[in-house]
Structures are given as C-alpha cells and as structure tokens.
C-alpha cells in the first residue's frame, strides 16, 4: 500500500509537465518492487491470523509514537522528551530515531523560507507525502507498521529528497551567493540549544553533542562563505550529514533504551543440552533478569532465552517470537522473548510433564528450569536430573529421545476414535519435510501420525501418491491419518499458499530485472554503435 501511495503521488507530481506515457517505468518498477517483496509481505498476512498480535490490546498501539515534542530532535538528536514505551508508560527518551544529519531539515527550512511558493510548486506532492508520513509516524496505525520507528525510515527518505530540491533550488536560484542553509543551520541549532538549557530537555547525551552540532554548523557557514564560488560547495551539505551522523552514533548509544545481555560464547555449543531432544525452557522475564545491569556474568547457556538455541542446532518449543503465530505462543501464554507465563509454567511441570501428559505429546523430552524458579517436573519418576548449575536446572524423560514422528493409538482430541500402531522408521527431519516408513497393520483400523514440529497452515502430506489430510492438535503440532493395511514412505511438507504465490512472483520480478537489463545495455551499445 505504501508503495502504490509513493506511486501515486510521484504520478501527480509528474503530470503537470509529462505525459502518461513517461511514467509508467516508474510504475512499472513500483510493481517490481512489490513483486520482489511478495513472499515477505504475504507471509505476514498469513501469519498474523489468529496470532497473539492480533489479540493484542488497544493500548499496544499507542507504544513508541513520535509525541509532537519529540520534533527538535529532527535537528539536535540528544533532544529528551517523555516518550509511550512497550509498557505504555511515558519515560524520557532521546530522539535518537529522528536524527538525520543536521542539513535535510535546516536545508528545506531555509528552501522554504528563501523559495517559498516556487520550491512548493516543485516539491508540493514530496511534501504532501512527508507531512502524511510523519503524521501516521505520530498516530496509532495497525499491523507491523503500528509503532514509529516502522515510519520514520520513509520519512527520513522523502525528507532527504525534499531537501536535495531545496538545496538546487537555492543554489540555482538568484540568491547564487547567499549562505542561506548554512545560515539557518546555525540559528536553529544555536535556538534550540538554548531552548534545551532553559527547558532542561537535553538528557544525558547533551554534551558535548550540541557544541559538536554548532561546531559543524559554524564550520558549514563558513565553508559555505569562502568557497561559494567553488563547486566543492555542492558536497559540503553530504559532508555535514556525514559528520553529524557519525557524531550522533559516537555521542548517543545506538542501543539506547534497548536492554544489553552478556550471552556466553558457549551458546555455539549444543553442551550441556542434547540436540537429539525438543526442550522448553521456563526462566522468568529475560530484560528484568538477565540484562547486564542485573547479571553482569555471561548467561544463556543453560536457559537459552529468546531464539540463541538456534545458534547450537537445538530445538526448544519457545522462543523469540514478534508475531506470535497461534500454537504455543498462544496456548502456553508466551511472551516475544519466549518467557512462559509462570502460573502456565508451573501448570506444565506439575500437571502435564507426565507419560501421558501435554508435553509427552509435544513431544518434550527435556526441560531447563531456570535457578530463580523454585519449580521441577512431576512425577520426579518421570524425569531426571542430568544437570545443576548456578544458571539453571535441566531435566531429561527417562529414556531414549522421542521420536520426530510417532504413531499414537488414540489422542484426546479426538476422544470417540481408536487407531492402530504402526510401525515407523527411518525418519528423515529437515527445515521444511520430514519423511518416514510408514507401515500399518492388516486389519480395518488405521493410524495417526503426530510430528514433534511447530504447526502452522500450508502443510501438505502424502504416501507414495496419495494425498493425506493435515490436521492439528489444537494448533500446536500436525496430525496425519494414514489409512488401514498401508504402508510406504509418509512425507510431510511445508508449502504454504503465500510461499508459491509468493516466490512466483518474486522469480517472476527477477526476470524482469534481468531483461530489462540486458535490454538497458543492448540499447546503450546500440546508440554507440
């Protein structure tokens, strides 16, 4: 949508002096780019049915909006203003998502000023889109695109590209010699210096950034005085961007606000944890426990929060999750960060880690408890203690691993139904299929399959040539009935609508690049030629 808006509004902008005819590259690469991105974007809708996103309440969407007194930031970035953070709570916040190099803003500020009904003409639909841009930066909106900081890159952009018209506007103009951005650049800065120590709005990271900003300020005036003349005064503003960028990253921490963890070097390694087994993990809230200004020592070896299981090849049903598709996340209360709710933690452990409980049809066949919860797995007959370390705890089942693909005889789901067992082997589990010999006995019952893998919708089975149905244990795992006397080799794969259609029409896009391409360069050979 947002693509079709930039589309649109560049047409309007065009139209006055071009024909239809001259913009259709540009729409015709419009429809590249959304054809590029469609494997992204269509997953996301898909994805986002039925997850805990979706559920999410009202306030969420009023988390991280730019407040109107944030907009100084545009200019001097240590500018601290109180912000609406992830707990919908006002805490003072430095504007380091609005910094942008000093000179676009100050540059269309003083095109505006110096142009003024001219460079509007010009630039009028850029600054429609701008003004639009920054307001649904301000607003709530929905989706992935509800807080900010989703908003601010598009605004950075256009803004730059105002500013660049702004600029040859006032260089092309009859004020040839007037310092007039350089000019501006000096009096905001020093303004809203001023404004900062009066108002006390400069937090932490003010000095010594703002003298640095009317250092680079003065210097772009005078530079812009003595070499006016010069055509290296058209890279003077490039080079005040750059400087003022590298002064805010050196002057501002990039993470600020963002919670720092000293995760062990050792999460590289699968130790002490078995890749063979699926485990959950329940440690209580990761930026309230784990963050360097809590626990300074390295972590995340045992209780492996977020998704650093992946980085030592080992499988845990919770982790990092934005989205929150509906499964586990949902149905064990799971935050972003994986952390399991710690009344549904204490459920799992003392109610479902038996033989026949939830976690045994998971799949579970491990458990690390983490050292701040007084809590293990019952029946303590059930699991056993392979591990206590001052991190945290593991358990094993007792036993060898589950297998990846199971045959049960009868499952609470489906409480009036028997099946047989059958006889699987030689399972092959990969990222998006798992294959298995399927064998069922003689007879007029036949058997169901369950998968110790995520379930999500798009999942195709078959056996040989014929097509299985796939369903769902509550959403949290694939079942696939295999029908009686049959036998064979079983494959379950991933192959959701939007990846066909998707990827479709990205190669599709890529061809057309490459052609158009080719063809770019068949052209230039020919008017050489």
């Known amino acids: 949508m947002l693509a079709l808006l930039i589309a649109w509004l560049s047409i309007k902008s065009l139209g006055e002096t071009r024909s239809i005819i001259s913009i259709l590259p540009l729409c015709f690469g419009t429809l590249l780019g959304l054809g590029l991105s469609a494997p992204a974007w269509l997953s996301i809708l898909d994805l986002i049915q039925g997850s805990a996103r979706e559920l999410q309440p009202a306030s969420a969407h009023w988390q991280w909006l730019v407040p109107p007194a944030a907009l100084p930031g545009l200019i001097l970035p240590s500018w601290t203003v109180h912000w609406a953070d992830f707990y919908t709570r006002y805490v003072p916040h430095t504007a380091t998502e609005l910094a942008c190099g000093l000179v676009p803003p100050v540059a269309l500020l ?19 889109l701008l ?20 908003w601010l890159p598009f605004f950075h952009l256009i803004l730059a590209i105002c500013a660049a018209e702004a600029l040859r506007s006032l260089y092309d103009s009859i004020r040839l010699g007037s310092p007039a951005p350089a000019t501006t650049a000096f009096v905001v800065v020093v303004l809203i210096a001023v404004t900062t120590s009066i108002l006390n709005k400069g937090g932490q990271y003010a000095f010594p950034l703002i003298w640095i900003f009317i250092g680079l300020a003065a210097l772009w005036f005078v530079l812009d005085v003595f070499l006016r003349n010069f055509e290296i005064r058209e890279w003077q503003p490039a080079a005040i961007t750059f400087l003022a960028l590298l002064t805010t990253y050196l002057c501002i921490p990039p993470n600020c606000g963002v919670p720092r963890y000293n995760l062990s070097q050792k999460l590289l390694e699968p130790a002490p944890l078995d890749p063979q087994r699926l485990y959950l993990s329940i440690y209580p809230w990761a930026e309230q426990t784990y963050r360097v200004e809590k626990k300074p020592q390295p972590v995340g070896q045992i ?20 989205i929150r598709p509906a499964g586990v996340a949902r149905e064990f209360y799971a935050t972003i960060h994986g952390e399991i709710d710690p009344a549904m933690g204490m459920y799992l452990l003392n109610d479902q880690a038996g033989p026949d409980g939830e976690l045994a049809r998971l799949g579970v066949d491990g458990i690390v408890v983490a050292r701040e919860l007084d809590v293990a797995p019952q029946p303590a007959s059930e699991c056993k203690l392979i591990l206590s370390a001052e991190e945290g705890r593991v358990f094993h089942r007792r036993g060898a691993p589950f297998a990846r693909v199971r045959s049960v005889t009868s499952i609470d789901s489906r409480p009036n139904e028997q099946f047989v067992a059958a006889t699987v ?4 589990d990969s990222r998006n299929h798992v294959e298995a010999d399927v064998d069922v006995p003689g007879g007029d019952q036949s058997t169901l399959l369950i998968f110790s893998r995520p379930y999500f919708r798009g999942y195709e089975a078959r056996l040989g040539n014929q097509q299985l149905a796939v369903n769902s244990y509550r959403g949290l795992f694939p079942l696939v009935e295999v029908p009686a006397r049959a036998h064979g080799r079983a494959i379950l794969i991933y192959r959701p609508t939007w990846l066909i259609w ?12 490459l052609l158009s391409f080719f063809a770019a360069i068949s052209q230039i050979r020919e008017g050489r030629g």
Do not use: D, H
Request: hydrophobic share 55%.
């Open 110 to 128: 003083a095109g505006l000023v110096a142009c003024g009904r001219q460079l509007v003409r010009q630039i009028k639909w850029e600054l429609i």
């Open 425 to 428: 082997s030689r399972i092959n």
């Open 502 to 513: 998707g990827s479709s029409a990205a190669v599709a896009c890529a061809l057309a690049v």
């Open 131 to 150: 003004l639009l841009v920054l307001l649904l930066a301000m607003l709530p909106t929905a989706g992935v695109f509800r807080w900010s900081f989703r």
């Open 303 to 322: 209780v492996r929060p977020g998704s650093t299981s992946m980085w030592a090849g080992l499988r845990f049903i919770n982790g990092y999750s934005p």
